[in-house]
């Protein structure tokens, strides 16, 4: 059985012959990778792999796709109880929703909340997730362990808001950049998972603070995560606070360089666009959560032609690469690229580039992982391309973009091992956790102070129906 053979390497080598294999320039035939020590040690011609490499057979997978494991450049992993809480409210539903559900989980529902979070992601295709840090106090702990268990590759965000401390309380600033320090030094040499600071909104620091997380993170070449210029809420707030748009807030506390990673970006002006350029800052683009809880949408081909490194994100919203990358097309099409006749819209390939090694680059990773080459790290899916959806094919990336689908993913693999075959863990119990997470979930919303606008579908448009 296929599986076993995939799960049993042979002198601790996995020698894979797949039809195609998806390069930085696109996809191949005839072409075999050799995965040894968690890495691809070897990508070259399947007879060149076999001659060099007699010991070994390869495992043949016709009609398969091994393509780079997808990159979701931010989400937030203990969020996942929340899911259709958040349809069709208003845009700030951090403040009513996600803050207050996030502030009442324990370390237990932390670590239960993360790993349905990770095992949706791998399913979905994500091999790596940058996380924004959690808001539970208990939940950093809970967060690793949960990593852990599940092998996903993670850049996992220690909070360090100082905005509400006492303007004198130094002590206090000292603790949090002691601890984002002590944070930092603990993973440095982690294979998977990759420490970064983040602050939520530029507001929810002071000056000194955004400056000295965004120059630590620069030190230790690490992601300074934040969310900037998401909602026209926000961007007022901080002009009212500050007198500055959260980016150029960013910009005029020194906290806006090259290891930043800035989620959203969708209300930038032509000044911040220029800023954010020449700061060599990336950005994450999220267009489900524009479509969801926005009020704009990024202009991801300024952004690609200005040359800022961008990747694809979730938000939390759904972890599902393909739909994230189909997403991805679709709305700068639709905000865009119809109003200008673009009828390209990033040609397939753009969306296909930046949710892998593009996004890769974007959460810092670009030198471990995002492409399937010699030395980077093993972390790539197996995709079906035996369904009548990629038949006839003729443009493999562009057919990813537009038909491929998560029950498609057969295998995904991270840093060299197999963490899911056809959808489900192979070395836990997926569905021992659903279990155990209904049950918490459901005392964790009753619990959270969440305000909600709308009722629940049925109810509302029962609502609508006694009004007419
Ligand atoms: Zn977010």
């Known amino acids: ?25 696109g996809a191949r035939q005839g072409m075999a990778v050799l995965v040894r020590g968690g890495r691809f040690e070897a990508v070259a011609p399947l007879e060149e792999l076999r001659a060099a490499h007699p010991a070994l057979s390869p495992i043949e997978l016709p009609q398969h796709l091994l393509m780079p494991g997808l990159v979701d450049t ?22 009513r929703i996600w803050v207050p559900m996030e502030s009442v989980l324990d370390a237990d529902a932390a670590y239960l909340s993360t790993k349905l979070s990770a095992l949706e992601a791998l399913r979905g295709g994500f091999t790596t997730v940058v996380d924004a840090g959690t808001r539970s106090e208990a939940g ?19 909070i360090c808001n100082d905005a509400a401390l006492a303007a004198d309380d130094e002590a206090g600033r000292r603790r949090i950049l002691d601890t984002a320090q002590g944070f930092l030094a603990q993973y440095e040499h982690d294979a998977l998972l990759h420490p970064s600071l983040a602050i939520s909104i530029p507001e929810a620091a002071t ?4 400056h000295d997380v965004a120059a630590l993170t620069r030190e230790s070449g690490r992601r300074f995560q934040t969310h900037v210029n998401e909602h026209l809420a926000a961007v007022e707030r901080a002009l009212v606070a500050r007198g500055l748009r ?37 950005v994450a683009y999220n267009p489900v959560a524009s479509a ?64 892998t090694h593009g996004g890769a680059r974007a959460a ?36 990813l973009v537009r038909y491929g689908n998560r029950d498609q993913i057969r295998a995904v693999f991270v840093n060299g091992a197999m963490r899911l075959w056809q959808g489900w863990p192979v070395d836990w119990d997926g569905r021992a956790l659903m279990r155990q997470v209904a049950e918490i979930a459901r005392r964790d919303v009753q619990r959270a102070p969440i305000q909600r606008v709308h009722p629940v579908a049925d109810v509302h448009r029962a609502q609508q129906l006694a009004r007419r």
């Open 364 to 399: 810092g990773l670009g030198a471990i992982t995002g492409r399937i080459a010699p030395g980077l790290a093993a972390d790539f899916l197996l995709v079906d391309l035996d369904v009548p959806e990629f038949m006839p094919s003729w443009d493999l990336s562009w057919e």
């Open 74 to 95: 931010h989400t937030h992993l203990t969020q996942s109880f929340g899911k259709s809480l958040a349809f069709g409210e208003p845009s700030e539903i951090f403040r």
């Open 246 to 282: 959260p980016l150029e807030l960013l910009h005029a506390c020194g906290a806006l360089n090259e290891s930043a990673l800035l989620a959203h970006a969708t209300l930038l002006t032509p000044r911040e666009m220029g800023l954010l350029r020449d700061s060599g800052a990336a």
């Open 207 to 210: 000056d000194h603070m955004l």
């Open 292 to 355: 969801w809880k926005g009020n704009a949408v990024l202009d991801a081909g300024v952004i690609a032609m200005l040359g800022v490194p961008f990747g694809l994100g979730t938000d939390g919203t759904r972890a599902d690469g393909f739909r994230l990358m189909d997403a991805a097309e679709t709305t700068q099409r639709l905000t865009h690229g119809l109003a200008n006749g673009d009828s390209s819209c990033g040609g397939g390939w753009l969306w296909l580039d930046h949710a």
């Open 1 to 25: 059985m296929l599986s076993r053979e995939l799960l049993t390497p042979t002198e601790g080598a996995l020698l894979l012959a797949p039809e195609w294999l998806m390069l930085p320039e």
């Open 140 to 158: 950093l702990d809970g967060v690793v362990a949960a990593v852990r268990d599940t092998g996903i590759r993670c850049v996992l965000g220690m």
